[in-house]
T-cell receptor, first 113, second 111 residues
Framework: DAGVTQSPTHLIKTRGQQVTLRCSPK?????VSWYQQALGQGPQFIFQ???????QRGNFPDRFSGHQFPNYSSELNVNALLLGDSALYLC????????????FGDGTRLSIL | QKEVEQDPGPLSVPEGAIVSLNCTYS??????FMWYRQYSRKGPELLMY????GNKEDGRFTAQVDKSSKYISLFIRDSQPSDSATYLC???????????FGGGTRVLVKP
């Protein structure tokens, strides 16, 4: 049973560019959340998708947007990249219901030059 | 002030010792509590999930919750070098959708 898978594993971009990160949830999970983890810090919630809609959003600017597809997979898009966007981007999936434990992928490491 | 506080460590212990980790939180709306383990260059791995005050055991791991003090703990018995990792506490508010994480505690178990 495959867990949460993310692609790519590592990405290098320059300031001002745009990036798309992808996530496939664990089998049986319908909810996908995205987190940003800066070096040496805990993950920070970006947003959560359920039934192809953004259900909740953290304190991130509109440059961060997402999408969920009918097969529950998800994308995170970041426009106009800044140096401060360099981080590990984690996707987590959870089964139906509130307050379900979230299971994480290994993330995409994004480096901005 | 952060909603969830966690000592960053590093915490260094000899193999076989008990590792004691904790988090404090300020908002009584937090009702569900998780502990994750994160190895270098990997995603967080769920270790424990609980919502009741009291203790929950799973193998060498014990999670403890004290809602009245807003304090949660994780104990690792008979620690092994393979337990060397960063440990993150994560909390849900009731009927919430997002996890709020502590900053993580780095643990080093020396052979």
């Amino acid at each position: 049973d495959a867990g949460v898978t993310q692609s790519p594993t590592h990405l290098i971009k320059t300031r001002g560019q745009q990036v798309t990160l992808r996530c496939s949830p664990k089998s049986g999970h319908d909810t996908v959340s995205w987190y940003q983890q800066a070096l040496g810090q805990g993950p920070q919630f970006i947003f959560q998708y359920y039934e192809e809609e953004e259900r909740q959003r953290g304190n991130f600017p509109d440059r961060f947007s997402g999408h969920q597809f009918p097969n529950y997979s998800s994308e995170l898009n970041v426009n106009a990249l800044l140096l401060g966007d360099s981080a590990l981007y984690l996707c987590a999936s959870s089964p139906p219901g509130l307050n379900q434990p979230q299971h994480f992928g290994d993330g995409t490491r994004l480096s901005i030059l | 002030q952060k909603e969830v506080e966690q000592d960053p460590g590093p915490l260094s212990v000899p193999e076989g010792a008990i590792v004691s980790l904790n988090c404090t939180y300020s908002n009584s709306a937090f009702q569900y509590f998780m502990w994750y383990r994160q190895y270098s260059r990997k995603g967080p791995e769920l270790l424990m999930y609980t919502y009741s005050s009291g203790n929950k055991e799973d193998g060498r791991f014990t999670a403890q919750v004290d809602k009245s003090s807003k304090y949660i703990s994780l104990f690792i018995r008979d620690s092994q070098p393979s337990d060397s990792a960063t440990y993150l506490c994560a909390l849900y508010k009731a009927a919430g959708n997002k996890l709020t994480f502590g900053g993580g505690t780095r643990v080093l178990v020396k052979p």
